[in-house]
């Protein structure tokens, strides 16, 4: 295994943490944010889009360096697509808002819980 070898996975393992570690903080984010009163201001926090394009990246030249060792991989469309979906600040949050998830804990709740 060469040098540039050794870095090349280093850094995508540290592209993999990233999108980890992002996809947390917006999940986490997200969470606060619905359980919020209606009166009081949302904290702001989370990353808007990063961890999940970042996410799509690194699935996309992981499926890449896959695919070279020979290993025949199923569907590399979906493998790169799916850290867009899985972040809520990505395509996922539009996908729970079109679902109407993101807004379901709100109406259920009394006035001043």
Do not use: H
Not at 1 to 9: K, V
Not at 88 to 96: E, F, I, K, Q, S
Request: charged share 10%; net charge positive.
């Amino acid at each position: 295994m060469t040098g540039s070898s050794i870095l090349g996975l280093v850094l995508l393992s540290m592209v993999w943490l990233f999108f980890i570690g992002g996809s947390v903080l917006n999940f986490q984010a997200w969470r606060t944010a619905l359980r919020a009163r209606r009166g009081s201001a949302a904290p702001a926090g989370g990353i808007p889009f990063l961890p999940g394009v970042v996410g799509s990246l690194a699935s996309f030249f992981t499926v890449g360096w896959a695919i070279e060792q020979g290993y025949a991989v199923r569907w590399p469309w979906l493998w790169v697509a799916l850290p867009l979906v899985l972040d809520v600040y990505c395509a996922g949050g539009l996908l729970l808002a079109l679902l109407g998830i993101a807004r379901r804990g709100q109406k259920g709740r009394p006035p001043g819980a």
